[in-house]
């Protein structure tokens, strides 16, 4: 019901519509880092999930007498080989135990001195109906010195972690949502006064509360999708960096940060919604200021 | 006599205004009008008369529907305006061409997009708005002008544009405030020409003027507003000038007579005594 082209009011000509889309674009930056930014924590999350989700380890912790630690660790083994749902098992090296120390203990250290415990890198098999609980209790009661450690406490911290994150963000994505939405409704009210009066000789000649709120709408969607796009245009570098930097730090806990198609298109979109959310809420505005007219 | 005129006006709605009892006060300000009562037959011709500030403004922007009576009953085109849900006044307002005071032109839109707009905000179609835009505008002599702005015009010209806005979309009434305000003698009896020549093709005509020579010249009925109160000068062309012999001028005392007894037919619906008589 409104026509872009051609506007009744002279809309185009303000001076706070040449100032909305840079604010709309800034806003567009912000939605699109944090937008960006949700979309990687929830693929970490996910990844994480299935990476580690499918592994426990169990930790036979060492006694002073070697012996003992071999029996120990043979009946886990023995154990583990008569539990249903393993996929695999398979005990962690001295070498690659000393890798994972060399960060504590430098490298080029020697296990003979050193009492380690024995650790067995479980894998579960997919949609197994193993009760890691009852395996516990199990290796509990053959060999007390086991222990088994499914990651949970640490998974949980971190998918909490990455659930509070993600909060925050969708908390910003929400706060540019409304500074957008104060920013056209304070944006229409302004030029809702300074057109007070073409708005009058429209609305008395007859025109749909509707007529005018479309020549608003339409500038505002206009105006919304031009700082939409400027601010699409800033932040997908910002974005794209980003990722570059993140995915230079190989070896981390952090996965490669990589978008699909549907992750960029709505992306893309961003500015599409903005636009059309000041559309929208300029729609709104002046439906409701012209309502108190006779 | 006087109860059957009562029955045509309130039943046949040939009146394309009625105003009944109307009072209006700016917030709790005193009444700027106090139980207006007329009807205006289809086709009429009337100025609207009185002293600065004596209300004929607020009379003509409570016709127009600019503002709401704060008491009374206004009927326009045999509806009842304040019954009538918001989002249909605008069809009525479609029905009513204005010609403001001050023009109210749209300083940023062409001679010809500002004529265009009551066309426009109807909906009709862009290829009919020209052809009806570019005749109306060569019929009153701004063809040359078309792209040029309002604030480029002189005055008389500005009037025309704002006329031609007025009655490009063959409005039911046309009203008229000051239209003679800011022009030369000569200038306005052209433009009651004007008036006229619409008139007689149809058009319910209310002129509001302090140029009581016009009036006179003219010979046409003329409403009077003086404290707020609307009373009747009588034309000396006669009162309609279609339906002279049945019609009566709106009327209305300016010293409220008593009410009557209880008027019989549809004048016993209205709540208000002293409105019914008014109506002569």
New interface residues.
């Given amino acids: 019901m409104f026509n872009v082209k051609r506007s009744?009011l002279?809309l185009d000509?303000d001076a706070h519509s040449r100032f909305l889309p840079w604010l709309i674009a800034f806003m567009v930056f912000l939605a699109v880092l944090a937008f960006g930014g949700i979309l990687v924590l929830g693929a970490t999350a996910a990844k994480w999930d299935q990476g580690v989700g499918g592994t426990l380890t169990v930790q036979i912790a060492a006694t002073d007498d070697p012996t003992r630690d071999q029996r120990n660790l043979q009946e886990v083994l023995n154990l583990l080989a008569s539990t249903g749902d393993i996929e695999r098992y398979q005990v962690i090296d001295e070498a690659r135990m000393l890798r994972l120390l060399e960060p504590w203990i430098g490298a080029g250290a020697k296990v003979g001195d050193l009492p380690l415990p024995k650790l067995i890198d479980v894998g579960i098999a997919q949609g197994g109906k193993l009760s890691i609980d009852a395996l516990r209790a199990r290796l509990a009661k053959a060999v007390p010195e086991a222990a088994v450690d499914d990651h949970r406490v640490w998974l949980n911290r971190l998918v909490r972690l990455i659930q509070t994150v993600e909060l925050i963000a969708t908390a910003i994505l929400a706060f540019i949502a409304f500074a957008t939405i104060g920013t056209v409704v304070f944006t229409t009210r302004t030029g809702l006064s300074v057109h007070k009066?073409?708005i009058?000789?429209?609305?008395?000649?007859?025109?749909?509360?509707s007529?005018i709120a479309g020549q608003f709408a339409g500038r505002a969607m206009l105006l919304g999708l031009k700082g939409g796009l400027i601010g699409l245009t800033l932040g997908l570098p910002a974005l794209i960096g980003v990722g570059y930097l993140a995915g230079r730090l190989k070896g981390s806990a952090l996965p490669e940060v990589s978008f699909g198609i549907l992750e960029w298109c709505m992306i893309a979109a961003i500015p599409l919604a903005v636009s059309a959310l000041a559309m929208s809420t300029a729609r709104i505005t002046v439906l409701r200021s012209l309502?108190r007219m006779? | 006599m006087r109860r059957e005129t009562i029955r045509v006006q309130l039943q046949g709605d040939d009146s394309i205004a009625r105003f009944e009892n109307v009072g209006l006060r700016y917030g709790l300000g005193p009444e700027v009008l106090q139980d207006v009562s007329f009807s205006l037959p289809a086709s009429s011709f009337h100025f609207l008369v009185g002293d600065s500030g004596a209300g004929k403004s607020s009379l003509l922007r409570l016709m127009y529907l600019a503002l709401k009576p704060s008491r009374g009953l206004i009927s326009l085109f045999g509806r009842d305006i304040q019954t009538t849900p918001r989002r249909d006044l605008p069809a009525v307002r479609r029905q009513i061409g204005v010609v403001f005071q001050e023009f109210r032109l749209l300083n940023h839109l062409s001679t010809f997009d500002n004529v265009a707009l009551p066309l426009r905000v109807a909906g009709v179609k862009e290829a009919d708005v020209t052809r009806h835009v570019v005749e109306l505008l060569e019929w009153v002599g701004l063809k040359d002008h078309l792209k040029a702005r309002p604030p480029t015009l002189s005055g008389g010209q500005q009037q025309r544009v704002s006329i031609a806005r007025a009655v490009i979309a063959r409005p039911k009434i046309l009203l008229a405030d000051e239209p003679t305000g800011n022009v030369d003698d000569r200038m306005a009896l052209r433009l009651m020409h004007l008036f006229e020549e619409l008139n007689r093709l149809g058009t319910t005509i209310v002129i509001a003027t302090h140029n009581m020579a016009l009036v006179e010249r003219l010979g046409r009925p003329a409403m009077r507003i003086s404290d707020g109160r609307l009373s009747v000068i009588p034309g000396t062309r006669g009162g309609e000038p279609k339906r002279e012999s049945r019609e009566s001028p709106p009327s209305r005392a300016a010293v409220p007579k008593p009410p009557r007894p209880a008027a019989g037919g549809a004048a016993t619906d209205e709540a208000d005594p002293p409105g019914i008589e008014n109506f002569l």
């Fill in positions: 009744d002279p000509k009066e073409a009058e000789v429209l609305h008395l000649i007859g025109a749909q509360d007529y309502a006779p």
